[in-house]
Structures are given as C-alpha cells and as structure tokens.
C-alpha cells in the first residue's frame, strides 16, 4: 500500500498531526519508511552572508533544524526509518518537485503551515500540492 510516504514539515502544529498520521500509515505496512521534507522558505539574507562563501550544499542553521526536531524523534521512536531532506525555497513548488521526482506513494501534509499571510496571498501550500502531487496527497486538518 503506501510503503515510501513523504511527510511535508515545518514544525507547525498542522504538520505535527500530519507526522502521527504519517507513522499510523507506516506501521500499516512492513518496510515502509519517511522521508521528511521541509522546505526552509526563510531564505538567509544577505547580511547573513556577507564574508561568507555561499555553496550550493550550505549547511542549514541550528534554529531551522529545531523545527521538525520534535517530529523527527517521534518518527524514530515509533521504529520507522527516516530520511530528512531540508531544502531552500518555496514550499509549494518545492515539495510538488520531491513528491514526483521521487518514488513516493503518497505525501501527507497539514492542511496549514507557519505563514499565515503567504497562504491567504498566494493560496495555501497543501492546495498547491494536491493539486499538482501525481501521488496521492492526505491532508491532514
């Protein structure tokens, strides 16, 4: 059934529901395994990086790392294998970008992310992904 799941994060309280979503739909199926997304939209600035190279594989700041930390230990205490993918960008796009190019059976995502003001702009992240997603998409209230 869903044995490759991809679990689109922020740290929000919508995406930590979707992570117990996400580990009940993997203890369904033996084998099967997380790879958590989360998408980093606060792009550092340019005081930031001044007197620094900037490489095309920066290492991420601790802070953005702290976000999905909670979510990525319930992860491993419920035995499940976890891959974490952080990456810089705009979240709809970016997740819609892992959810086909990658072998995933379906994406969970919360129905609501951190920036309230981006959503009601620009439409909501995990509209734009059942929309565009080839997989199956479960949002997650």
Do not use: W
């Not at 190279?53 to 035995?79: C, D, F, N, S, W």
């Amino acid at each position: 059934m869903f044995k490759n799941i991809l679990l689109a994060a922020d740290g929000s309280t919508h995406s930590k529901r979707a992570t117990e979503k996400a580990i009940f739909l993997a203890k369904q199926v033996e084998g099967a395994e997380i790879t958590l997304v989360h998408v980093v939209d606060d792009l550092p600035s340019t005081i930031d990086l001044l007197g620094e190279t900037v490489e095309e594989k920066q290492p991420m700041p601790v802070y953005v790392k702290e976000r999905t930390a909670e979510m990525e230990h319930a992860i491993l205490e419920a035995g499940i294998p976890l891959r974490v993918k952080r990456i810089f960008g705009e979240p709809g796009p970016a997740i819609v970008r892992e959810a086909n190019e990658g072998n995933y059976d379906i994406v969970v995502i919360g129905s609501r992310g951190l920036n309230p003001f981006q959503q009601f702009v620009l439409g909501s992240v995990s509209h734009k992904v059942a929309k565009r997603a080839k997989c199956p998409v479960l949002l997650v209230k």
